[in-house]
């Protein structure tokens, strides 16, 4: 089945260390999107890829960075996670003109 | 005031009940509508999504929109136990989001009681 995946799917790093989460697809969308969600605050755009040549801040990209490898991958990496970068984080695909998204099974972060 | 405003509730409700969950928003250049649902520790997933004011039904579920109030609802007939979920309702601007992407409410925790 065409599908989503994020690895690590579990994550507890400590602060300031440099970690890198990873979102691979198989629908052949060419949008790709990441999010982190909290509890009380919901679902918030970290950044946004319409295709390999187009990254875009989105609402909170502060201290987050990202990279498009290929189509088909979009990784997201904290330079030196801290704390409050504790949260539920979530990949997600969509084709361009659709209104659909498609989330992965999501990464739990935990900064010590 | 945040653009999308949403009871996080829990709601919690006896199995047969009819749900309502409802979000209403602050930017009238929304126009377009959905409704997700999150299980515990998964992806959302599209549950319903609408166009215009109006009433959308599929199955069960019907999604209404006012654009005139600014207020979205999601109905739901003959609750199941397996409907208790996260209900997130989203919002966009342009078909496909463009720069604006979706924005989310925060979600409404449901509960059916058996």
């Known amino acids: 089945d065409a599908d989503v995946t994020q690895t690590p799917r579990n994550r507890i790093t400590k602060t300031g260390k440099r970690i890198m989460l990873e979102c691979s697809q198989t629908?052949?969308?060419?949008?790709m999107y990441w999010y982190r969600q909290d509890p009380g605050l919901g679902l918030r755009l970290i950044y946004y890829s319409f295709d390999v040549k187009d990254i875009n801040k989105g609402e909170i990209s502060d201290g987050y960075s990202v990279s498009r490898q290929a189509q088909a991958k979009f990784s997201l990496s904290l330079e030196s996670a801290i704390p409050n970068q504790t949260a539920l984080y979530f990949c997600a695909t969509s084709l361009a003109g659709s209104e659909t998204q498609y989330f992965g099974p999501g990464t739990r972060l935990l900064v010590l | 005031q945040k653009e999308v405003e949403q009871d996080p509730g829990p709601l919690s409700v006896p199995e047969g009940a009819i749900v309502s969950l409802n979000c209403t928003y602050s930017n009238s250049a929304f126009q377009y509508f959905m409704w997700y649902r999150q299980y515990s520790r998964k992806g959302p997933e599209l549950l319903m999504y609408?166009?215009?004011?109006g009433n959308k039904e599929d199955g069960r579920f019907t999604a209404q929109v006012d654009k005139s109030s600014k207020y979205i609802s999601l109905f739901i007939r003959d609750s199941q136990p397996s409907d208790s979920a996260t209900y997130l309702c989203a919002m966009q601007t342009r078909r496909g989001g463009g720069a604006d992407g979706l924005t989310f409410g925060k979600g409404t925790h449901l509960i059916i009681q058996p």
């Open positions: 629908k052949g969308h060419d949008r």
């Open positions: 609408t166009y215009s004011s």
